[in-house]
């Protein structure tokens, strides 16, 4: 078992910024892929960004490409997410993923550990 754990959540204004960690630690952790997804009360969880071994291959939701970057220091077993440019629909529960096996995914399904998740909320 993997356990992940994320920080840097809080309140900005939009325009604002802030940067997400994510740190594992535990079990088993080859780390293909880390991501990051999001839920907002209401809403389906729902796919933001994920970043390969490396770091060089990356996907975004349409909804934050040019806004936010993800990067990883896998020495330290850690992801970033860097948020720009917030928008108030950015609001909600962000929690970082990790997937083993198999290929770059934008669908929680096929992540196999989740963090318990740090609240973003963005003020107007």
């Known amino acids: 078992q993997v356990s992940l754990v994320e920080s840097g959540g809080g309140l900005v204004q939009a325009g604002g910024s802030l940067r997400l960690s994510c740190v594992a630690s535990g079990g088993t952790f080859s780390g293909n892929y880390m991501g990051w997804f999001r839920q907002a009360p209401g809403k389906e969880r729902e796919f933001v960004a994920v970043a390969s071994r490396s770091g060089i291959t990356t996907l975004y939701a349409d909804s934050v490409k040019g806004r936010f970057t993800t990067s990883r220091d896998n020495a330290k077993k850690m992801v970033y997410l860097q948020m720009t440019s917030l928008k108030p629909e950015d609001t909600a529960v962000y929690y970082c993923?990790?997937?083993?096996?198999?290929?770059?995914?934008?669908?929680?399904?096929?992540?196999?550990?989740w963090g318990q998740g740090t609240q973003v909320t963005v003020s107007s």
């Open positions: 993923a990790v997937r083993n096996y198999g290929v770059i995914s934008r669908s929680p399904r096929d992540y196999d550990y």
